[in-house]
């Protein structure tokens, strides 16, 4: 099971640690969804959900202010035994001394945010969305071409590197070269990043490894990119039948999800750069509405039938 350190979401989104004699460095978060437990605080825990992240907003935190001494203690103990990740007080709301020191006793992380309710909700759900995604590497070369996001495989060697090298000179933006990792945020959307190591960084054979960011400028990087096109570069075999219409799509498929796939042949003299571009601008029509091939053979159809009424 994917998990994430809650040290690591901490930093993101900038969370004050309110129980400092609480080590976070081993907790880890395991689901995306989260809960704000107004229900819990009443008592109900039927259906209660102890390994998502608890966020405390206006309403819980007033609900909470207007309680007895005794029935604070009661369902304080209660909702902090039930070994939750972490409790996050959202709008800089100040949490009841007596909620810090069971806290402390069951060593549940309590941090604060200056974000709204709403918005640390959202932002969090976003980013573990992201992190906790079913994940693959895969070995090519994500680009991001006119708003496309266009990885690009082959054979070690074959020029995918050198490809995307062209595509960043005519303006695009890199987003991993080497190694890509794929993940799926959602049922029908595959967002690919470069890992830590290799961001930002490409390798040139004959020449080594050259800084993208420094070389070209911060527009020339981005750091995620929906997987939208698989261009995969092979060696010319003329006796292979390449498709040169593009009536029916070629598909491959990636954790589940299918990504239109172009076979792109590679021999002297053609320019992969500006095949890559037409690929992906191709591909946008597409998702527009419009089809090209299909277009063409429409066309051909209607003269076909009027020479045949002629006849």
Known sequence: MADVKLSELMSKMKLKNLTS????????????????????????YEHFDENRIQIIGHVEHAYMGGMSAKEKRMQF?????????????ARNLAPDPLFLEIAVTK???VLSTRMATSEVMAETIRWLNVRLAPS?????VLVDV????????????????????????????LVSDDVVEIRKVSDDTLIGTAPDVTKYFIELRGIGVIDVKALFGASSVRDTSNIDLVI????????????????EERKTTFLGDEVVCHDIPIRPGRNLAIICESAAVNHRQKKMGYNAAQELYERVQKMMEEKERKA
């Open 146 to 173: 006119y708003g496309e996001g266009v990885l690009i495989t082959g054979e070690s060697g074959i020029g995918k590197s050198e490809a995307a090298l062209e595509l960043l000179r005519r303006g695009h933006r």
């Open 136 to 140: 693959v590497r895969v070995h090519g």
């Open 232 to 247: 995969r570069l092979e060696e010319w075999d003329k006796d292979k039948d390449y498709d040169r219409f593009g009536l």
């Open 77 to 89: 103990e209660t909702f902090l035994s039930h070994g939750i990740p972490c409790v996050i007080f």
């Open 21 to 44: 004699a609480v080590s976070t460095r081993n907790v880890k978060i395991t689901q995306a969804d989260i809960n704000r437990p107004a229900l819990q605080l009443t008592g109900y």
């Open 107 to 109: 060593k549940v992380p």
